[in-house]
Nanobody, 121 residues
């Protein structure tokens, strides 16, 4: 089964930076779209950024110009560089990937366990 392990969250002051990482593991898997979502306290989970296997990225308007998503296909890892962080960016951040196994044509989605990002002075 696919496992997603996130790291890089923490406490940072407004205007600071953090880099999140998410490594997908599992034998004989191929990972397609990868993305980051976040869930602020008391709110719904929302999309932050996604990236295709070819490297095409898309962002929510609230993070454009501040966050950069990237991936390393050889390491099955997706990153989220977050700059100029604001208090409203505080949330649990989750990574998600779409994958299939071997020659199967069935696609699945998997989620990471989440990592807390807190922006506060």
């Amino acid at each position: 089964q696919v496992q997603l392990v996130e790291s890089g969250g923490g406490l940072v002051q407004p205007g600071g930076s953090l880099r999140l990482s998410c490594e997908a593991s599992g034998s004989d898997f191929r990972f397609y779209d990868m993305g980051w979502y976040r869930q602020p306290p008391g709110k719904q989970r929302e999309l932050v950024a996604t990236i295709t296997r070819a490297g095409t990225a898309a962002y929510d308007d609230s993070v454009k110009g501040r966050f950069t998503i990237s991936r390393d296909n050889a390491k099955n890892t997706v990153y989220l560089q977050m700059n100029n962080l604001k208090p409203e960016d505080s949330a649990v951040y989750y990574c998600k990937t779409t994958w299939r196994r071997g020659i199967s044509i069935q696609f699945y989605d998997s989620w990471g366990q989440g990592t807390q990002v807190t922006v506060s002075s």
